[in-house]
């Protein structure tokens, strides 16, 4: 089949990688603008787009996939399958209907678990036990398609967003050459979503990683893990911004204030939450580099009886 690859975010590199080993022409793929990224707010390549010039790809990068003259590129092209992957636009009906037979979109949810632009932090931070990937036909509606295909993936204890993504991205890249074969055969069937059953999962933003002491501890662990990279799970601490990278339930008995550092010592940073108690093991100061919790205690007066939380003046 003739297919129009969609795809920005590292999660569709590897499924475009397997497509590129099976008899499919990959005829164009579409990727997001250059952006201006870090510090130095140099210019930056979308991660499908250094696959795609590796592999001699032709490539695609318009503004607004929807504008009418991105319509009339992708029509040249005469696609049979649009298929979309972490591309980061939505694609107008317009766009939807240029492939002779329909677009296809990989989604990293259980869906309609999670529908949105974040369905990977979000089932880490809400503490969901399984995950798993879903290809749809696209509608116009965000993730509202019918089903094709799931998989299923557990999220172990130890899961981050990073790791979950890349996870499912190896379960997805298979599910979606698995997907295309039932598609060209004509062997599938089209599974309506439940409407009763979705999640929302939108796009997180900063204040998304606020840790607020006074809910369980485990629930605290989830932030720490659903907010890698990006927010982080953050708190204040001598009116500097704290990140949280590492930690774990530690129980903590007493009679403390959620928030309150209950013991420092060579294994982190015990502090007293809703539930149970947050021994921290990897942190970043503002304005410092990231480090584990005993080399930021040897370089800083942390004591028990001190409060994190308190806004930064």
Not at 20 to 32: M, Y
Not at 34 to 57: H, M, N, Q, W, Y
Not at 147 to 162: E, L
Not at 288 to 306: C, S, Y
């Amino acid at each position: 089949m003739n297919i129009v690859f969609l795809g920005s975010a590292k999660f569709a590199v590897l499924p475009l990688k397997l497509l590129l080993g099976t008899h499919h022409d990959i005829s164009c793929v579409v990727t997001q603008p250059d952006r201006r990224k870090g510090r130095g707010l140099s210019i930056a390549a979308t991660p499908v787009k250094t696959l795609a010039l590796e592999a001699g790809l032709k490539l695609y990068q318009p503004r607004d996939i929807n504008a009418p003259e991105s319509i009339k590129t992708l029509k040249g092209l005469e696609p049979d399958l649009l298929v979309v992957i972490a591309y980061g636009q939505i694609l107008s009906q317009a766009a939807l209907n240029i492939p002779r037979i329909f677009s296809v979109n990989l989604h990293a949810s259980l869906l309609p678990k999670y529908r949105g632009a974040a369905p990977i932090n979000w089932a880490v931070i809400k503490g969901e036990p399984v995950s798993g990937v879903t290809v749809i036909k696209m509608s116009p509606r965000m993730d509202a398609g019918p089903m094709i295909m799931q998989d299923k993936a557990d999220i172990g204890g130890t899961d981050t967003s990073v790791t979950l993504e890349e996870k499912l991205s190896d379960k997805g890249a298979h599910l979606i050459l698995q997907s295309l074969k039932a598609i060209e055969s004509g062997n599938y069937k089209l599974t309506p979503q439940d409407e009763k059953e979705v999640i929302l999962a939108p796009k997180l933003k900063k204040q998304d990683g606020l840790i607020r002491w006074d809910e369980p501890a485990q629930d605290i662990c989830n932030l720490i893990k659903g907010c890698i990279p990006w927010p982080g799970a953050f708190t204040y601490y001598d009116n500097k911004l704290l990140k949280i990278y590492k930690g774990r339930v530690a129980r903590i008995s007493g009679h403390y204030i959620p928030g309150e550092i209950v013991k420092v010592h060579k294994e982190g940073i015990s502090v007293f939450t809703g539930k149970d108690g947050l021994l921290i093991e990897e942190l970043q100061i503002e304005g410092k580099r990231r480090m584990q919790a005993d080399e930021f205690i040897a370089g800083n007066k942390v004591k028990g009886g001190e409060i994190l939380g308190k806004n930064k003046k």
